[in-house]
Each structure stands twice: as structure tokens, then as C-alpha cells.
């Protein structure tokens, strides 16, 4: 099976809400615009973190494709059997690979304990059987 489609949450870490700064999906193929993007979000102080129940290594390509800054700094989540584990990985991380649905849950609420404020997008296909 092919890649389809991985989340990307958006976060900012401050004390105000964060406002909505874009809508982003990654396929197989990396959009032109993607490191403009991406670019623009870095220049806002905004990290990015991407989610999918695709092999990691190969989510983490993509992601470099499409200028996803320490996009090589990646984890097979199936190897993140606590909690403590998912917390740390949450902050030491960019890109997760083999997420269950559960474990993103887990990820996005260890994130908003760390004080980030989390936006995340999902393609309707992303989590269909």
C-alpha cells in the first residue's frame, strides 16, 4: 500500500490562542508550494509535527521533500508503548510513524500538557478503513 495521507499538527507555543495559520496535507507527491509554506510557518515560530500510520522513515522523506524543518528527527511509534514514552516523544520528535489512533490522541494530549497550543488536520480518508 502506498503513502495516502498524514496529518500535520500545528502548534505554537505561547500563552494567547494560536489562530488558524493554514491547512496543509502531504501525499506522495510534494506540492510546489510546500516549502513556502512550511517557510512561512517557521518565520510565525510555528512547529510542525507529522502523524501517520505510515512508516515512519518513508513519512520523514516526504517531509524533508517538503521543507518540514528536523523532519529527519523520526520514530516508529509502534516502539512507544507508555505513556511517558509518547510524552517524551511528543517534544523530542517531528515525525511519527505507525500511529495508532489511540497513540495520536495520547501524542496531542501530551503536547497540550506541555503547554502548546495543538491544531490538527486530518484528510477524511486518513482515518477510514
Known amino acids: ?13 505561547e500563552s494567547r490562542p494560536t489562530f488558524l495559520l493554514g491547512y496543509a496535507v502531504l501525499t506522495g507527491r510534494v506540492r510546489e508550494n510546500a516549502k513556502e509554506t512550511f517557510a512561512y510557518f517557521k518565520e510565525q515560530d510555528v512547529t510542525v ?16 521533500q517538503a521543507g518540514i524543518e528536523n523532519a529527519d528527527k523520526f520514530v516508529d511509534a509502534a516502539m ?17 510513524g505507525r500511529v495508532t489512533p489511540a497513540q495520536k490522541q495520547k ?13 490538527t488536520f486530518d484528510s477524511p480518508q486518513s482515518n477510514s478503513p
Request: aromatic share 6%.
Open 49 to 64: 509535527k507529522v502523524i501517520s500510520g505510515d512508516n515512519a522513515r518513508t513519512v520523514s522523506e516526504i517531509a524533508k
Open 1 to 13: 500500500m502506498g503513502i495516502k495521507f498524514h496529518n500535520l499538527l500545528i502548534l505554537k507555543k
Open 80 to 96: 512507544l508503548v507508555t505513556d511517558e514514552q509518547l510524552a517524551r516523544a511528543a517534544e523530542t520528535y517531528t515525525v511519527f
Open 107 to 119: 501524542l496531542v494530549q501530551a503536547m497540550q500538557k506541555a503547554g502548546h497550543t495543538v491544531a
